[in-house]
C-alpha cells in the first residue's frame, strides 16, 4: 500500500508528484455536463471567443480534482479514514484546453485527533502547475488518517 501512516508524515514534507496530466476538451466538456454546469465560459466556445480569456476555461472544481486525485497515490491511498475538508481554495490562473499540469504537496501540520485516537489529522497543501510552471491553483486540505498497526 504506498499510502503513509500518520507517523509516517514531518511538517514540511513536500511530494513532488510524477503523474502529469494535459486536460483535454472532453475531460472539461465531459466534467462540467457530469456536475450539471451549464456555464458557457467552460462549455461554449463561441461566446468565450471575445471574453479576456478568447476561449473556454478548464472548470475549476475538475482542477481542484486533479490537484487532489494526483496527489493521494504517494501521500494517502489506502491510509486514509475520511477527507475532512477543504480550506483556502484558490485558482490564481487559469487553465485551458491542452494544459498540462503537475502537482506537488507539502505537509504543512499534524495533530492528534481528540475524537478518534486511532487516528491523526494531516493538513496537506496541495498546488497545481501549468507546464509554464505557473501556479494555477492551491488549496489545503484536511485528511484524517490511519496510526500504523500496533
Not at 57 to 63: A, D, E, F, H, R
Not at 99 to 125: M, Q, Y
Request: proline share 5%.
Amino acid at each position: 500500500m504506498p499510502g503513509l501512516y500518520f507517523e509516517e508524515f514531518t511538517v514540511g514534507q513536500t511530494f513532488q508528484h510524477g503523474i502529469r496530466r494535459t486536460i483535454t476538451e472532453a475531460d472539461n466538456v465531459w466534467f462540467s455536463a457530469l456536475t450539471h454546469n451549464p456555464a458557457p465560459l467552460h462549455l461554449d466556445a463561441e461566446y468565450m471567443k471575445n471574453s479576456e480569456f478568447g476561449q473556454r476555461i478548464v472548470n475549476s472544481c475538475l482542477t481542484l480534482a486533479f490537484m487532489v486525485g494526483i496527489s493521494i497515490g504517494d501521500t494517502t491511498v489506502g491510509t486514509t479514514v475520511a477527507n475532512l475538508g477543504w480550506d483556502e481554495v484558490r485558482f490564481p490562473k487559469p487553465l485551458f484546453h491542452g494544459d498540462t499540469i503537475h502537482i506537488e504537496t507539502e505537509v504543512l501540520e499534524l495533530r492528534d485527533s481528540k475524537s478518534r485516537p486511532d487516528n491523526g489529522i494531516v493538513i496537506f497543501a496541495h498546488r497545481a502547475y501549468n507546464q509554464h510552471d505557473v501556479l494555477v491553483g492551491e488549496c489545503k486540505r484536511s485528511a484524517l488518517m490511519m496510526r500504523k498497526p500496533k
